[in-house]
């Protein structure tokens, strides 16, 4: 076992410094200067040298990401050009947002997908089953920007249920933000739910066919135990893997729900960053997002270990 964590750990770290690498590579190679943007009127060839030797962008590229690198490792992400803001202080404010919508709605969708999954792999070729199907079909068409506006009108406007925007720190008020926060998390739910029941349906569909399955209901197990303790925990592999990919990409994903119910969260702050070419600011986000990525893909593999205790000899989750 401890074999197998290291073996991942020195793998998530290479990938980290890969990440980094490309990152602050692909963000120097955008067209455009930023000198030009920061100059706005004086654009003389003394404040454009000016601008980019108070910034570092007269530095040569493996100066700049030693430095970045440095400053990196002590929490600092430097400063918004556009706004002089520290790039960390944005975090701290937008990242909590948008991690508490992304793990509520991966909750949701877990809850949901994975619930109807087993009752369509189960109840196969009955009501169940076509009733699971048509759901997932209708959660995988809809668009979220279209069914989050239906939301807003009918559950916001038409009724009061919810807020129609903005958001309360969940430790100023829990109440408030969980009523603020659960009819996004719901929204951006309804397509992942459909993903996670689609395949927790297949993984489940194989294992209810095959012989460890049949042996356990030959020894007498109860139907209920032979689903829950043989098919559906040899079947959440997928699942989880499923989960972990989406996790990682909700963190960067939810820009069109967070923009529909005005939340300020991680993807405003990056598609603005984007358009206005503050490096600091892709930078941070960017290498963030994958930063998550890894660490999840790193947690989903332990949780392999924990599901199959034959990847902790092997170390392959196939």
């Known amino acids: 076992m401890a074999r197998y964590l290291l073996t991942r750990a020195w793998q998530s770290a290479l990938t980290l410094l890969l990440s980094t690498i490309v ?9 455009g200067d930023p000198a030009l943007a920061l100059a706005g009127e004086d654009r003389s060839p003394e404040a454009l040298e000016a601008i980019r030797r108070h910034y570092g962008l007269d530095q040569p590229l493996p100066v700049q990401f030693v430095q970045y690198v440095e400053r990196m490792a002590q929490g ?20 909590p947002v948008t991690v ?30 076509w009733l699971a199907n048509g759901l997932a079909l209708i959660g995988l068409s809809v668009p979220h ?14 009724t009061g249920l919810f807020p129609a925007s903005g958001f309360v720190p969940i430790l100023e008020d829990p ?39 049949r042996t356990a209901k030959a020894k007498g197990l109860r139907p209920r ?5 043989h098919a559906l925990r040899n079947s959440l592999i997928v699942v989880v893997t499923v989960v972990g990919l989406q996790l990682g990409g909700l963190i960067s994903g939810a820009v069109v729900t967070e923009q529909i ?44 270990s924990v599901i199959d205790p034959r990847i902790r000899v092997t170390g392959d989750p196939a």
């Open 225 to 229: 135990a032979v689903i829950t303790r």
């Open 261 to 304: 119910f005005g939340l300020p969260g991680f993807g405003k702050m990056t598609i603005d960053a984007v358009f206005q070419r503050d490096y600091p600011v892709i930078q941070a986000v960017v290498l963030l997002t994958a930063a998550a990525y890894i660490v999840i893909n790193f947690f989903v593999d332990l949780l392999y």
């Open 76 to 95: 600092d992400f430097g400063v918004s050009i556009r706004t002089g803001t520290p790039v960390s202080s944005m975090l701290t404010t937008a990242l």
């Open 23 to 31: 990152v602050f590579v692909g963000v120097r190679a955008l067209p």
């Open 145 to 158: 920007f279209w069914l989050g506006l239906l939301a807003i009108l009918y559950l916001s406007v038409a």
């Open 175 to 213: 109440v408030d933000n969980l009523h603020h926060i659960v009819l996004p998390a719901v929204i951006l739910g309804t397509g992942l739910a459909a993903i996670i029941m689609r395949q927790t349906r297949s993984a489940m569909l194989d294992s209810l066919s095959s012989d460890y399955v």
């Open 100 to 129: 508490e919508l992304s793990v509520l709605a991966i909750l949701i969708a877990a809850a949901l997908g994975v619930g109807a999954g087993v009752i369509a792999a189960v109840r196969r070729g009955r009501p169940a089953e």
